[in-house]
């Protein structure tokens, strides 16, 4: 496992002790929906410009239904 991989998470108990936790970074806890991927993979931007298209459709048809609006 290369260096730039190690996650550590230092925690302090209430006696003053510092635990030093290494993990792989790919299973940090703080991250909700972490996937492993193969080393180099990239996302296609087309699928970022996809969920922009349809995040904003679905934004424009939601506010078409708000009462006053021109």
Same mark, same amino acid.
């Given at each position: 496992?290369?260096?730039?991989?190690?996650?550590?998470?230092?925690?302090?108990?209430?006696?003053?002790?510092?635990?030093?936790?290494? *993990?792989?970074? $790919?299973?940090?806890?703080?991250?909700?929906?972490? =996937?492993?991927?193969?080393e !180099?993979?990239?996302? &296609? @931007?087309?699928? *970022?410009?996809? $969920?922009?298209?349809?995040?904003?459709?679905?934004? =424009?048809?939601?506010?078409? !239904?708000?009462?006053? &609006? @021109?």
């Open positions: 496992m290369a260096s730039e991989n190690i996650y550590r998470h230092e925690t302090v108990t209430d006696t003053g002790s510092v635990t030093v936790v290494e *993990m792989d970074a $790919a299973r940090r806890p703080d991250v909700l929906f972490r =996937v492993r991927r193969e !180099g993979h990239e996302v &296609s @931007a087309w699928w *970022m410009v996809g $969920a922009f298209v349809l995040f904003s459709g679905i934004v =424009v048809f939601l506010l078409s !239904g708000v009462p006053g &609006s @021109a």
